[in-house]
């Protein structure tokens, strides 16, 4: 179906993202695979090609352009090409953390970090996630205790993206008792003593994006890191969750559309029984079937990123978008997967590796449960 979404400016800028991947990315894919991760090099040369930090405030080197499009265009070229697991590293750093950078900072924390996040030089991640609280977000134990000028951090997190190459993390910490008021946000970074990474972790799939474990202990955090106001950790958490969904959404659409189109290239030239696979009547319904959900649900995705731009995408839509198109991309990656054949359980296929690197967006940033009860709850059922 046709999408009035982008106009030439998104698209020029979708050619430059499809540009880097091909000169960038797939030529050293397979290597990243193997060794577990991207080189940090990735993300500044990202950086001086204009891909990170689309939102950053030309005076700190970014784009200064308000629009999430041009987040997910990016998003998009980096799934139909194939490089999603490297790939999330950068939308990771431009659609998940980068709004913290841009809205609880001081003047002198974005003077310090914004230029930074732009180039590529300083990689984020965001901690919210420990080995006993994942969904249940306010259940966090790892504690931040004042201590003079500084915050005292005790405590682990686990399964943080780009946690091996993290120069400023975003940390979901505990400086009071109470469930939701006692969580606030600080940026913890390289070298702080007390900080160490753990395992880069071994995953079903995405594997040249880093997953870490980290520990913290009596890691001295200065109160100059904090985002925003003490206490308000768990709010602005809340409030950002909805971009970081949609995201994910755009990733788990942008990758059945792959799936679709590397399928249809497959059936047109497989042969069994003397025809191409893409002349069986099934082959011909798997793929009507993928490619209307597709469209289905592109047109929500383009309609909740609209929303996002006027300031008004509700948790409930995002929630919608996220279950629904990670659902969708795990569908299509294990019918276009059949459709291979033999061949789609051969790594060297793109649908295997995506098969396998879509499990996790039914998980990862809030799993589809727990969409379902955002969603539930706003139903007002009781
Ligand atoms: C590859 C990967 C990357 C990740 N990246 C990050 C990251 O960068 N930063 C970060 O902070 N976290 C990250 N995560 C963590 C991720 O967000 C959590 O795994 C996810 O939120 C689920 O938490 P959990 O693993 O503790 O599962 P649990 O919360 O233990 O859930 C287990 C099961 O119980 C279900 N469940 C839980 N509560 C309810 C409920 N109320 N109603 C119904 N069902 C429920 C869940 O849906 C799930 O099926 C990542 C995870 C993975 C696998």
């Not at 060794?35 to 990202?46: H, I, K, N």
């Not at 490619?291 to 383009?302: C, F, G, K, L, R």
């Not at 990670?326 to 051969?346: N, P, S, V, W």
């Amino acid at each position: 179906m046709h999408r009035n979404h982008y106009d030439t400016e998104h698209r020029a800028f979708g050619e430059s993202v499809s540009t880097f991947i091909e000169k960038q990315m797939t030529p050293d894919y397979e290597k990243w695979e193997a060794a577990g991760l991207a080189p940090r090099e990735l993300f500044s040369r990202a950086g001086e090609q204009g891909l990170l930090g689309i939102q950053v405030p030309e005076q700190f080197g970014g784009g200064g352009v308000h629009d999430f499009r041009f987040n997910q265009i990016l998003g998009e070229e980096i799934m139909l090409a194939g490089v999603g697991a490297a790939g999330l590293g950068i939308t990771l750093h431009n659609d998940i953390c980068l709004p913290y950078f841009l809205r609880y900072t001081t003047d002198e924390q974005k003077q310090r970090w914004l230029p930074g996040i732009a180039s590529g030089e300083l990689i984020t991640a965001i901690a919210m996630t420990e080995p006993g609280a994942g969904s249940d977000l306010a259940g966090i134990r790892t504690s931040a205790v004042a201590d003079g000028a500084e915050l005292v951090v005790n405590g682990s997190k686990t399964f943080i993206t780009n946690g091996i190459n993290a120069d400023l993390v975003i940390t979901a910490v505990r400086t009071g008792p109470e469930r939701h008021h006692g969580i606030s946000l600080v940026v913890i970074e390289r070298g702080m003593p007390g900080f160490e990474r753990g395992r880069n972790l071994n995953k079903l799939g995405l594997h040249s994006q880093d997953t870490a474990e980290l520990s913290f202990t009596d890691v001295r955090v200065p109160l100059g890191n904090v985002l925003g106001e003490v206490g308000s950790g768990f709010r602005y958490l809340v409030s950002n969750l909805p971009q970081e969904r949609m995201s994910i959404a755009n990733a788990g659409v942008a990758g059945a559309r792959a799936a679709l189109n590397w399928t249809i290239e497959y059936v047109r030239q497989r042969k069994a029984f003397g025809e191409p696979i893409g002349a069986l009547q099934n082959t011909r319904f798997v793929l009507a079937e993928v490619s209307t959900e597709v469209d289905v649900a592109q047109a929500y995705v383009d309609a909740c990123v609209a929303a996002l731009n006027r300031g008004e995408l509700t948790a409930e839509d995002a929630a919608k978008a996220k279950w629904w198109c990670t659902e969708l991309q795990g569908r299509a990656a294990d019918k276009c997967l059949q459709l291979h054949g033999g061949y789609g359980y051969m790594t060297e296929y793109p649908i295997a590796r995506a098969y396998a690197d879509a499990r996790v967006t039914r998980i990862a940033g809030g799993t589809t449960e727990i969409m379902k009860e955002i969603i539930g709850r706003s139903l007002k059922l009781t």
